[in-house]
């Protein structure tokens, strides 16, 4: 089976951090809107923290958000990974979750795209202190619900999030994991994509492709070439 690789590669449409920050841990993880970010770079990607002081203590939440469009694929996907290349971590969990952001069809990031979340994993792989690696592509393979959306949807639509805040635990100290999304070359934020092979795509003595289940018992989508003709 082939393998495409697909980059989220827009700042404003492909990927993006939005923050909320407050002085109640209760609102700051229930709000509804905050700051985007679209720095490619951000030390803070995923954070659940909180920071006292003489005031008092500041709480702070932030979200990764990634939109892949996979539209181009028309075969029947198998298996994904969603890759993104970590950076700095300090007390930081990092989980993959479902995500209803972009507006669901890649339009630009908005501030009320925070509360534009879910708590469904989609990936069984979570990170931490420990097995997040700065300056290294972390993997995130798809489970069964999260390939099923991707071949009914066309989409990818994913959310980064510290497990702690998605259940709303309320933090004792600054916990956060970077991300850096890179505007350019293989360690962009993407999604490699196992899927079917298109097979024979060309007609056969003057029958449409399309009509053509199977040459010499052997089906089409099993086919490259016949006799040597691509």
Do not use: C
């Not at 995500?99 to 879910?118: E, H, P, Q, R, Y």
């Not at 635990?169 to 994509?193: V, W």
């Not at 449409?208 to 691509?230: G, P, Q």
Request: charged share 15%; hydrophobic share 40%.
């Amino acid at each position: 089976m082939p393998t495409t690789t697909i980059y989220a590669t827009t700042n404003s449409s492909g990927r993006g951090v939005i923050g909320a920050a407050g002085t109640d841990w209760d609102d700051v993880v229930t709000a509804t809107t905050g700051i985007v970010y679209t720095s490619t770079s951000f030390t803070f990607a995923v954070r659940a923290g909180a920071i006292a002081g003489r005031g008092g203590t500041s709480y702070f939440v932030n979200r990764a958000f990634v939109f892949f469009d996979v539209s181009s694929i028309t075969t029947t996907i198998s298996a994904a990974t969603v890759k993104v290349f970590a950076s700095s971590i300090s007390n930081g969990k990092v989980g993959m979750y479902k995500s209803t952001a972009f507006g669901n069809n890649g339009t630009a990031l908005a501030a009320t795209d925070f509360d534009n979340v879910t708590g469904t994993l989609q990936s069984a792989t979570t990170y931490n202190d420990l097995t997040w690696t700065p300056n290294a592509l972390e993997s995130f393979p798809l489970n069964a619900t999260a390939i099923t959306d991707l071949n009914t949807n066309g989409y990818g639509n994913y959310v980064f999030r510290n497990p702690d805040e998605v259940d709303e635990e309320e933090p004792e100290l600054d916990a956060y994991a970077g991300i850096n999304f890179q505007s350019s070359g293989t360690n962009r934020i993407q999604i490699e994509i196992t899927h079917a092979d298109a097979g024979y795509g060309n007609n056969v003595n003057g029958v449409a492709a399309a009509s053509i289940a199977k040459v010499n018992t052997v089906a089409t989508a099993d086919i490259s070439k016949i006799n040597s003709a691509s």
